[in-house]
């Protein structure tokens, strides 16, 4: 039987108080950051390439806190306890997206920012279905205990492992629904992703949003989800929304409409982003100048291949 530190954290957190479990993933996050390692190396890095500023000491361990949050919040959400979490979100533009969705799916590009799942929690209990894609992670029962939670609040889930493609499953099971397909598209893990500017340098990012909506001829929204009101044992959730994303004014020499509506979306995003770097949680390597070289190039060659 696999086992893994999450598994037995989703087994026991549930069943304390919500304020216990969030004041001890606080209590964590400040050991982490305290710690270091090579993921909190890579977050620093990541958050400087955003912003063109190294974070302070205190910006950083605000972002190991914001990104234990998010774990602390998905282990409680769905739980009897949890449920003070579908409350204290904001969600700028949602009626905008929720519109757009009436008279068919409407896609939303996002990052791993803030809490997503309690975004998608409350989009659920406002009356619009969600479908989106889980990256697969182990052990499978792990995973299983994710797409389960996520099922729970009202989403639908389609797993996905590294280097798999499940574009054209996405495209059947949401063609002709009235439904909001959010894709977490900050960082690329199908091999095959778009290289565009992300805040102050080249990063290699997913090209699921513009491609998933230029296939439907359906509108592509981005999103920007961060914490507000921070305290050891909680958080409110801001999410801003932004949409249609046009191109129409970004045209690009080179850059087909699907790398040209990649570009317009993180534009955007790396704009809010930047605001509140804290809240990207992002301790993969994402930037061009981070990535294995060799990786970089099946990469181009790959996307190079499918845009023949």
């Not at 799916?105 to 996002?110: K, M, R």
């Amino acid at each position: 039987m696999s086992f893994s530190p999450l598994s037995l954290a989703f087994a026991v957190a549930p069943r304390l108080p919500l304020r216990v479990v969030m004041r001890m993933a606080d209590t964590g996050a400040s050991i982490a950051a305290r710690c270091g390692g090579t993921m909190i190396d890579r977050l620093r890095v990541n958050m400087a390439r955003l912003t063109g500023t190294e974070p302070s000491s205190d910006e950083l361990r605000a972002a190991v806190r914001s990104h234990i949050r998010n774990y602390a919040e998905q282990l409680m959400l769905g739980s009897r306890g949890g449920t003070p979490l579908l409350e204290g979100v904001s969600f700028e533009g949602f009626e905008a997206l929720a519109a757009a969705s009436v008279d068919g799916p409407v896609v939303l590009a996002l990052g791993h920012s803030g809490s997503w799942d309690r975004a998608g929690a409350w989009v659920c209990a406002h009356g619009r279905g969600i479908v989106t894609v889980a990256e697969k992670v182990e052990p499978p029962s792990l995973f299983e205990r994710f797409v389960a939670l996520r099922e729970g609040l009202g989403m639908e889930i389609i797993g996905v492992a590294k280097g798999e493609s499940v574009f054209s499953t996405l495209v059947e099971r949401v063609r002709g629904r009235s439904v909001i397909v959010p894709l977490l598209a900050d960082r690329d893990i199908s091999g095959s992703g778009i290289e565009v500017d992300l805040g102050t340098q080249r990063a290699l990012v997913a090209a699921g949003p513009a491609a998933l909506a230029t296939k439907l001829e359906r509108p592509l929204f981005v999103a920007c989800i961060t914490y507000e009101n921070e305290t050891s044992t909680g958080a409110d959730v801001r999410v801003r929304c932004v949409g249609p994303i046009s191109v129409a004014d970004r045209e690009r020499p080179g850059l087909n409409r699907v790398e040209a509506l990649t570009q317009a979306w993180v534009d955007e995003f790396a704009a809010m982003m930047a605001l509140k770097a804290q809240d990207w949680h992002m301790m993969q390597r994402v930037y061009v100048e981070d990535l294995d070289p060799e990786r970089l190039e099946r990469a181009r060659a790959e996307h190079e291949r499918k845009n023949r």
